[in-house]
């Protein structure tokens, strides 16, 4: 392995750690360029680097990275952030398997972050829980449809398609009162702002096939 963080003494620390439980550390590297020379040289099975590495602590450390994968796509990549950074980690995640993106606060886990490194060293990709999370919450954020059921969905599928109530209940085989109901339902979940229920309802559609 190779480890890379300009943090002197938690690269040493981790260093010591990926020692102890049986890792080759062939060398460790303060910055994307050190780094770089230390693959090209020694092609290390795995590299750890960090996202935000000198000299401005932006991204050099995934710049790095993304040489590392189109030079050397066999070495398995693990990035550790300080935050959760959905762009840089799906971007990373994205280039192909011996992946993994974790949190810094997941080395605390030391027999956890062992066998996440490990998984990844035998050709998995790993996600921190943390990011899996901020993901689901943005899928949330993002889709107003989220929050409908499934019955729901066919309702206002059917309402897309021009049907009145009384269609809907004969195509879905219910009452009329029971689809009033799941429109009421569907109105009230969706962030519609009109006030008045037709146009609530054009607003219902609409919003279902920007969704689609």
């Not at 290390?44 to 000198?54: E, F, H, N, S, T």
């Not at 935050?83 to 192909?96: F, K, N, R, T, Y």
């Not at 810094?104 to 790993?126: P, Q």
């Not at 962030?191 to 559609?205: C, G, K, M, N, S």
């Amino acid at each position: 392995m190779v480890v890379a963080e300009d943090d002197v003494l938690l690269r040493e620390g981790v260093a010591s750690l990926l020692e102890r439980s049986g890792f080759e550390v062939v060398g460790q590297a303060g910055d994307g360029d050190e780094l770089l020379g230390l693959v090209r040289e020694r092609r290390p099975d795995l590299v750890l680097v960090d996202i935000r590495m000198p000299p401005t602590h932006s991204t050099e450390g995934l710049d790095a990275a993304r040489v590392i994968r189109a030079e050397v796509p066999e070495t398995g990549i693990v990035v550790l952030s300080a935050h959760v950074e959905v762009e840089h980690a799906m971007e990373l995640l994205a280039s192909g398997e011996r992946t993994g993106y974790l949190l810094k606060s997941r080395i605390t886990d030391v027999e956890e972050f062992i066998e996440t490194l490990e998984r990844i060293a035998k050709g998995g990709s790993v996600v921190d829980p943390a990011l899996v999370q901020e993901l689901v919450d943005a899928r949330r954020t993002d889709d107003p449809l989220a929050e409908l059921t499934a019955r729901e969905r066919d309702v206002l599928a059917l309402m897309a398609e021009g049907r009145s109530n009384a269609g809907i209940a004969r195509q879905l085989w219910v009452t009329e009162g029971t689809v009033e109901k799941h429109v009421h339902s569907v109105l009230g979940k969706l962030p519609l702002q009109a006030t008045e229920d037709d146009h609530r309802r054009v607003l219902a559609v609409i919003a279902f096939l920007e969704a689609g």
